[in-house]
């Protein structure tokens, strides 16, 4: 029988040299939300918008959410991003990885997957046998870089949420196992 997964000690600083993943507070704010309007495009995929007319309302429901244990992602030092554990639960078992968006200067230069391994490595450590990420379907750069992280297609949930824009989202559901991940650090 496996130990019993501890969503307190998620709550940490993650590092890989200069990559951090600090917890999101007030302070991140205004740095977070000029990263945000850097890709106004992509906010139509999301089931929330961080765009500038939507940011302020829905980073205080991002903070002010205790069912999600929110990051910001730095590089450098700079705020590049956030990310966050969803879904936490440790009786189960299980968590989910989203609420993700990075720069996109830092796309497509191995900069996510740093992140998402960090993430990956320590709820595993912390005891959890189970991590999903859900992804709009729409959305298949996400989807072709969860894949490449090892996530296996479990399947589509049919008009499984309502987006912001009023869009019915049909969403993937890919899934990652502690017993089959194996830390692509240092391959």
């Not at 554990?85 to 996109?104: K, T």
């Not at 189970?130 to 399947?155: C, H, P, Q, Y």
Request: aromatic share 8%; proline share 4%.
């Amino acid at each position: 029988m496996s130990r019993a997964a501890d969503a307190n000690a998620l709550r940490v600083t993650l590092r890989d040299g200069a990559v951090e993943l600090v917890p999101l507070e007030e302070r991140h704010r205004a740095a977070l939300g000029a990263v945000c309007a850097e890709d106004m495009a992509i906010w139509p995929l999301y089931s929330a918008s961080y765009d500038p007319d939507h940011f302020d309302a829905s980073f205080a429901i991002l903070l002010g959410n205790p069912g999600r244990i929110a990051f910001a992602i730095l590089n450098g030092g700079e705020v590049a991003g956030m990310t966050a554990f969803i879904g936490v639960d440790p009786a189960r078992g299980l968590l989910e990885i989203g609420n993700s968006y990075i720069a996109p200067a830092l796309r497509g230069t191995g900069f996510n997957r740093r992140i998402k391994q960090l993430m990956i490595d320590h709820a595993f450590a912390c005891g959890f046998r189970r991590i999903e990420f859900r992804i709009d379907t729409r959305n298949a750069r996400s989807m072709a870089a969860v894949a490449k992280l090892g996530g296996l297609l479990e399947g589509v949930m049919r008009q499984e949420r309502i987006t912001w824009t009023g869009h019915v989202r049909d969403t993937a559901l890919y899934a990652i196992l502690a017993d089959e991940w194996s830390s692509p650090c240092g391959a």
